[in-house]
């Protein structure tokens, strides 16, 4: 998939014609899942998938997988960190048996198999090795920038796996968020009262809009398809925002991200970005960068 990013003369939007192949999408005949990923998966499209530990992201793409598979594409996992024992045990207990799995944690090794599938998942990106030496934040740009690269030359769409630490963010930089065409995120419902509850959210989609599904977790999978029932407590998310804003305000002292965090079900990267909602939104003003940011409200 050659986009050709480097145009620079200025052209009207009516006269540029859009290339084919944004219209063909990959599907995994999941009613659900496709309208989430927005109509599909572009061929050579790249996204992260996120979650705590448990969360459910080796559950959700191989099943996945396993639907577009019999949708007769070509699909695998490179596992840098479970067995293909371990792998093919998980998938048995969810009637997943199409889907090829391997151990490869090399990035060249990786990279030459995309010529070979429609869709592959990098499981995960922490555990990935170059054979050039880079300091962290250089290894980083470099895998993610040879996987991309690689994703759009042979139009496979490559999905990565990456952790989070236990403040909720991801481990490492922001490079690899930013270098892919979409991020989406697994989250736990439990505080509603349903432990096996899922949410699942696209925060960036180049290709299509930003979506959001829900759906049951259980011991043979994702139930997709299930209707969930939200109840008569069940809130607007502007609703709840601004409960969430309200609550903030009643911090004593300096607002801290610490402080916040208990909140926001102990998530740091919902901490950060509620309380940017809340500077954009002329409620607080900042103090210092990241973690050790400190707020204080407007009207003081």
């Known amino acids: 998939m050659n986009l050709d990013i480097t145009k620079t003369a200025f052209k009207s939007i009516g006269d540029i014609a859009i290339p084919e192949i944004f219209n063909r999408r990959i599907k995994t005949g999941i009613t659900e899942v496709d309208?989430?990923?927005?109509?599909?998966?572009?061929?050579?499209?790249?996204?992260?998938?996120?979650?705590?530990?448990?969360?459910?992201?080796?559950?959700?793409?191989?099943?996945?997988?396993?639907?577009?598979?019999?949708?007769?594409?070509?699909?695998?996992?490179?596992?840098?960190?479970?067995?293909?024992?371990?792998?093919?045990?998980?998938?048995?207990?969810?009637?997943?048996?199409?889907?090829?799995?391997?151990?490869?944690?090399?990035?060249?090794?990786?990279?030459?198999?995309?010529?070979?599938?429609?869709?592959?998942?990098?499981?995960?990106?922490?555990?990935?090795?170059?054979?050039?030496?880079?300091?962290?934040?250089?290894?980083?740009?470099?895998?993610?920038?040879?996987?991309?690269?690689?994703?759009?030359?042979?139009?496979?769409?490559?999905?990565?796996?990456?952790?989070?630490?236990?403040?909720?963010?991801?481990?490492?930089?922001?490079?690899?968020?930013?270098?892919?065409?979409?991020?989406?995120?697994?989250?736990?419902?439990?505080?509603?009262?349903?432990t096996q509850l899922r949410k699942f959210t696209i925060e960036k989609n180049r290709f299509g809009p930003n979506h959001e599904m829900q759906c049951h977790l259980t011991d043979t999978g994702y139930e997709f398809g299930r209707a969930i029932e939200t109840g008569d407590a069940a809130q607007p998310k502007k609703s709840r925002r601004e409960d969430l804003w309200s609550n903030i305000l009643q911090i004593k002292g300096l607002i801290t991200l610490k402080k916040v965090m208990p909140l926001v079900e102990g998530n740091m990267h919902k901490a950060m970005v509620t309380m940017r909602e809340m500077v954009l939104n002329d409620m607080v003003i900042k103090k210092g960068r990241g973690e050790g940011a400190r707020y204080t409200l407007v009207n003081k």
């Open 35 to 194: 309208d989430f990923f927005g109509q599909g998966l572009l061929p050579g499209q790249t996204f992260t998938l996120t979650a705590k530990a448990g969360g459910g992201k080796t559950t959700f793409m191989l099943q996945v997988l396993e639907a577009l598979a019999r949708q007769g594409y070509k699909v695998g996992i490179a596992s840098c960190e479970e067995s293909i024992y371990q792998l093919a045990y998980t998938a048995k207990r969810i009637s997943v048996s199409n889907v090829e799995i391997a151990n490869i944690s090399d990035l060249d090794s990786i990279v030459k198999q995309m010529a070979n599938f429609d869709v592959l998942i990098i499981d995960s990106f922490q555990s990935l090795i170059a054979k050039e030496e880079h300091n962290t934040r250089e290894h980083e740009k470099y895998c993610i920038e040879t996987i991309a690269h690689s994703a759009k030359q042979n139009e496979c769409v490559v999905g990565i796996i990456c952790h989070l630490t236990k403040m909720g963010v991801i481990k490492g930089g922001t490079i690899v968020l930013h270098a892919v065409d979409m991020n989406m995120k697994i989250e736990g419902e439990a505080e509603e009262g349903d």
